[in-house]
């Protein structure tokens, strides 16, 4: 086991401990990072997988990542490429240059990596606003550089150290100021400006993709968040072999090799301050103590851990968005099969189901495993993830699962029967999962996931901070700034190591 030596006395002196309780993007990679900074950490899992939203389980002699499967910001100069290299750890992956098809109707949009091919594309599908669409697309990309300037540098909103602020002004530039007016702009603004708003087949389009990375669609989505979101899947888009989950057990091996500790499946059942320090129970019954405890997990859940005293030293509109605040659920259909998909056929795609569609959205995203990819499926095989957005309000009890589930599975299986035929033939292992299996395996309450919709109100300087108010207690996962799937999982956990450091790491 390789250890960490810390630098100097001062150091040696400072050694923080620290108990991190949920394994999560934002979870694992404050631990890592910690832990690599010279801290003594301690990680608590109470499922039997790492990763929650982005673990994996394996049945027969496939493996289904549970949730989260399109990878990005693994550039040497993105979120993951910098914490890979300071944490002198790697994962098999490939960029992709078609990171997906989105079929509305019958027309298939490609999303082309390159944006020149993306803009030609859309010159092919809308002749007559072809123009329009692609100085939509110029500005939408133009906000996210600039944009993308200020997160290359980790900046929290409102900074309250001297590193947050320094990291507020390293991401500065001439054009920052523009942001200023449209941080509560929705995308509706930017279609309207360009004269789309009647142009059904990219609204669709918008709809599918900021559905699946904001959590909400066009009309509603934040337009800074979503210009950052469109943007990204250009050049920074991933196929991780395996899946998110080898990432996260990299993290994991780090945390290890450092000199951390890992404890799974181990249940934090209470979390209290007793002056100075916190302590942590667990299901075992064993007490961990520490000075500083990050919260890897929703808000509702981070709430609930805490005793009636500190919950309500809690900040108010952490309290406030606990109670205003809705995530989607999601229903998830696992699917192993023979490869009837064919070579070409695209690993990541989106389709509305139509009108018809039992989903509360009705947008299906399927994800395929590699056809080499040895780690999730046998030779001559595939391994599918689908999910689609589900209103928790329509899955709450088990009738409402059974009267919903098996129809919503038969649509997907005719809309991939269309696709690829055989499809059907080819299924050699089959599970599905409701709200109620992700409460089960990730313990988020009410199996809302995702994150919350970044819409204006709830993002940027609206969302909430990883400082939960209390001294050395900390927040992070998606539910957190910046939101926003894995990587704003992930940048959560960076917010919460350099706070806890009170120094700059990436
Ligand atoms: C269906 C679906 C598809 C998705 N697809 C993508 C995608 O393609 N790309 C993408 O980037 N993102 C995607 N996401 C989003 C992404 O997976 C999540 O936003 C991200 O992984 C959440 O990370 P987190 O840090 O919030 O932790 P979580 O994933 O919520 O994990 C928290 C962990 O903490 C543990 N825990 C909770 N309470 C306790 C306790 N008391 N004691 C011990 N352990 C505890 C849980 O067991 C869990 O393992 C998807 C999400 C879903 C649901």
């Not at 499946?265 to 916190?278: S, T, Y």
């Not at 990050?294 to 609930?304: D, R, T, V």
């Not at 589900?390 to 409402?400: A, F, G, H, I, R």
């Amino acid at each position: 086991m390789k250890h960490t030596h810390p630098h100097n006395k001062t150091e040696v002196k400072a050694l923080k401990k620290i108990i991190v309780i949920g394994s999560g993007y934002g979870g694992v990679t404050a631990a890592a990072l910690l832990q690599k900074s010279g801290c003594s950490v301690t990680l608590l899992e109470a499922a039997a997988e790492w990763g929650g939203c982005a673990g994996k389980f394996q049945r027969r002699k496939f493996v289904f990542p549970v949730g989260a499967t399109l990878a990005m910001g693994l550039n040497n100069d993105s979120i993951h490429g910098k914490i890979n290299r300071f944490l002198e750890i790697n994962v098999e992956a490939f960029r992709l240059s078609t990171v997906m098809d989105v079929t509305v109707n019958n027309e298939t949009i490609k999303y082309y990596s390159n944006k020149e091919s993306f803009l030609q594309m859309w010159r092919k599908k809308l002749p007559a606003s072809a123009d329009k669409v692609e100085a939509f697309f110029r500005e939408v990309w133009f906000l996210s550089a600039i944009l993308q300037k200020h997160m290359n540098e980790f900046p929290v909103i409102y900074p309250h150290t001297y590193q947050e602020t320094a990291a507020l002004l390293r991401g500065m530039s001439r054009n920052s100021l523009r942001l200023l007016p449209l941080r509560n702009k929705s995308f509706k603004y930017m279609l309207k400006k360009h004269g789309l708003t009647e142009e059904y087949m990219l609204r669709e389009f918008l709809d599918n993709v900021l559905m699946d990375s904001l959590q909400t669609t066009s009309d509603k989505c934040s337009l800074l968040m979503g210009a950052a979101a469109l943007d990204i899947y250009h050049e920074d888009a991933w196929y991780i072999e395996g899946g998110h989950y080898r990432l996260i057990e990299k993290m994991i091996e780090s945390l290890k090799d450092n000199g951390g500790q890992v404890l799974k499946p181990r249940k934090a059942l209470e979390v209290e301050k007793n002056g100075k320090m916190w302590s942590v129970k667990d299901h075992r019954g064993n007490v961990h103590e520490a000075e500083h405890v990050i919260l890897n997990m929703p808000l509702s859940n981070a709430e609930k851990i805490l005793n009636e005293k500190d919950r309500s030293s809690l900040k108010k509109k952490l309290r406030y968005a606990v109670s205003d605040r809705e995530q989607w659920g999601a229903f998830s259909l696992y699917f192993g099969i023979k490869d009837v998909m064919g070579e070409n056929a695209p690993l990541f795609q989106q389709f509305t189901a139509g009108e018809n569609s039992l989903s509360d959205s009705s947008h299906f995203f399927v994800s395929a495993s590699a056809s080499e990819d040895r780690r999730r499926a046998p030779e001559g095989h595939r391994s599918l993830t689908i999910s689609t957005h589900v209103d928790l309000k329509n899955w709450s009890t088990k009738e409402m699962y059974d009267k919903k589930s098996s129809k919503l599975k038969q649509q997907v299986k005719s809309r991939l029967e269309k696709a690829y035929p055989g499809f059907q033939d080819s299924i050699v292992y089959e599970i599905t999962g409701g709200p109620s299996a992700w409460e089960r395996f990730t313990l988020r309450m009410d199996g809302g996931v995702g994150g919350f919709p970044q819409i204006p109100g709830y993002s940027l300087t609206d969302a909430v901070s990883h400082r939960s108010g209390i001294k050395g207690l900390w927040i992070c996962g998606d539910t957190v700034f910046p939101g926003a799937g894995s990587i704003g999982a992930a940048s959560s956990g960076v917010h919460t190591a350099r706070s806890i450091l009170k120094r700059r790491i990436l």
